[in-house]
């Protein structure tokens, strides 16, 4: 059977590596020219950045994505540094910095030391992050149905509500909220499911590429291509052809028709609907893809160092003006901007220095939205202007925690919304997909299967975003095709058959 699939993000990849596996014909269009979305690196005047996915987690031992990777076979082909800090985390208000470790002993053993009246409090709520990471049962590759009902009431209450039924010190509460800018939590809305499972994600072993995160994706690829599939870059799916209910074949950008069996989408939903003719779908299904709210996008600077100016960390340095503005980073006053950055260093060779610095601070789309029928190199003064008001913010917000960044910069550049927008393809440069609101979850929650018969969904606007929440996702859209739990029984089968073989 053939399979194609709309887009070689790191859904896509996931989605057509695991169908290769199991003997698809599988071929990836891909509108830009490199692989990977979110994975993706480039390079700027000799320095290598990543477009985003700067830390991960998941591939520590039994981690999900580890257990994927070996299954795939492309494990071994990953360069990957582990943390023992998961972040460390300043608030600029009581000028206090906590640096948070990984492993579950030793968080809850750190939190305990600062807040000692809070003991039981610290252990119930671990516990209780825990729990609810057990509640998806692909989040440890256990077989069986997932349905959005079973859930717990904890499961999706908002995540804000969630740490302060357990934890009584405000202090205590925002620093447990460490991972907000990793999904763009916004208090009383983001459930507190996707807080515990990016929570115990990093709480179980943080890491990062050496070299870049591309290294996945394009491991990804070589089990598509090694299994006799295609992977086409500078192709964008510019027009769906569906008749009688049926996905009939695609045109890309460059004119040329792809036939298959199975159609999978693993672009934006919206970035879909407007490749597809006449009345595929329905105008309700349509107007709810294009209504339901997306994240909010982010602006990134990306600086080049002076060599042996600044001192590597191995983990992400994230800046909080203060502790009352944990949960406000993604819905600001334009005036108060940035509530909060999160800072990436780039290793020299020797592992002392850092090479470049990457920072992020979570912003609204309206802040760019003026410019929102331009293109990347022709956006005009104004915008340029802007821009550089903006980074000047940011670098003055870092040198909080690097005092000497400015005189470190050797060259430095940024990227909007709007770049977000035009290279990964999203709506409004969204970085997390869908907007996930505990007050009303059903609505954007999509189902992998479509009203038409041969296309499937897949990518981080289905269920969860992140690297683990599209593999997770990856692994349900393969398996409307394989079959109810084949491919979770046979990860593993393949983990126990690698355990016995190394045992004594």
Same mark, same amino acid.
């Given at each position: 059977m053939e399979v194609l699939v709309i887009g070689a993000g790191l859904g896509g990849l996931f989605c057509g590596a695991l169908l290769s596996k199991e003997g698809y014909r599988v071929t990836v269009l891909e509108k830009n020219a490199g692989i990977g979305g979110g994975l993706q690196n480039f390079v700027r005047k000799g320095e290598m950045y990543e477009t985003g996915?700067?830390? /991960? #987690?998941?591939?520590?031992?039994?981690?999900s994505l580890k257990r994927i990777c070996c299954y795939l076979g492309i494990m071994d082909r990953l360069d990957i540094r582990f943390s023992d800090l998961m972040s460390s985390l300043t608030y600029l208000d009581t000028d206090r910095t906590f640096n948070i470790p990984s492993g579950r002993d030793r968080f809850t053993a750190y939190l305990i030391s600062l807040f000692p009246h809070e003991e039981e409090n610290i252990k119930r709520y671990v516990d209780a992050l825990f729990r609810l990471s057990e509640e998806d049962r692909l989040f440890y590759m256990k077989s069986g149905q997932n349905s959005f009902f079973d859930h717990s009431e904890e499961f999706t209450m908002p995540a804000d509500k969630f740490i302060a039924s357990y934890i009584d010190s405000p202090e205590l509460r925002s620093l447990l909220a460490f991972v907000n800018p990793l999904y763009a939590g916004v208090a009383g809305h983001s459930p507190a499911y996707l807080h515990a499972m990016?929570?115990?994600?990093?709480?179980? =072993?943080?890491?990062?590429?050496?070299?870049?995160?591309?290294?996945l994706a394009d491991a990804l690829a070589s089990?598509?291509?090694?299994?006799?599939?295609?992977?086409?870059?500078?192709? /964008?799916v510019t027009r769906t052809v569906v008749r009688n209910r049926r996905v009939e074949s695609v045109y890309d950008s460059n004119g040329k028709e792809y036939k298959a069996d199975v159609y999978i989408s693993a672009i934006h939903p919206c970035t879909l609907l407007d490749t597809i003719e006449g009345r595929a779908f329905t105008p309700f299904y349509k107007k709810r893809l294009r209504n339901i709210p997306s994240t909010v996008s982010a602006f990134k600077v990306y600086a080049k160092l002076k060599k042996g100016h600044l001192p590597y960390a191995?983990?992400?340095?994230?800046?909080?003006?203060?502790? =009352?503005n944990t949960w406000k980073m993604s819905r600001y006053r334009l005036e108060d901007w940035p509530h909060g950055i999160s800072c990436f260093l780039a290793p020299s060779s020797d592992g002392k220095w850092a090479t470049h610095i990457t920072i992020l601070s979570l912003m609204d789309w309206k802040e760019?939205?003026?410019?929102?029928?331009?293109?990347? #190199?022709?956006? #005009?003064?104004?915008?340029?202007?802007? =821009?550089?008001?903006?980074?000047?913010?940011?670098? $003055?917000? /870092?040198?909080?925690?690097?005092?000497?960044?400015?005189?470190s910069i050797e060259d430095c550049f940024a990227a909007s919304p709007l770049t977000f927008r035009d290279h990964l393809g999203t709506k409004e440069g969204s970085i997390y997909g869908y907007f996930k609101d505990s007050e009303n979850l059903i609505y954007s929650q999509l189902s992998i299967r479509t009203k038409i018969e041969n296309l499937l969904l897949t990518g981080q606007n289905v269920?969860?975003? #992140?690297?683990?929440?599209?593999?997770?996702?990856?692994?349900?859209?393969? $398996?409307?095709?394989?079959?109810?739990?084949?491919?979770?029984?046979?990860?593993?089968?393949?983990?126990?058959?690698?355990? $016995? /073989?190394?045992?004594?």
């Open positions: 996915m700067h830390v /991960a #987690g998941g591939f520590h031992e039994n981690g990016i929570s115990v994600m990093f709480i179980d =072993k943080p890491c990062c590429f050496v070299k870049g995160s591309s290294q089990v598509i291509t090694e299994a006799g599939g295609s992977v086409i870059t500078s192709s /964008a191995e983990h992400p340095v994230n800046i909080i003006d203060s502790k =009352k760019v939205s003026r410019w929102k029928n331009t293109r990347t #190199g022709n956006r #005009g003064d104004e915008y340029e202007i802007w =821009k550089r008001s903006r980074m000047e913010k940011v670098i $003055e917000m /870092a040198e909080k925690a690097f005092p000497n960044l400015r005189d269920n969860m975003h #992140g690297m683990g929440g599209v593999a997770m996702t990856a692994i349900e859209t393969a $398996e409307i095709l394989v079959g109810k739990d084949v491919i979770v029984n046979k990860i593993n089968l393949y983990e126990n058959i690698q355990t $016995e /073989a190394n045992l004594p």
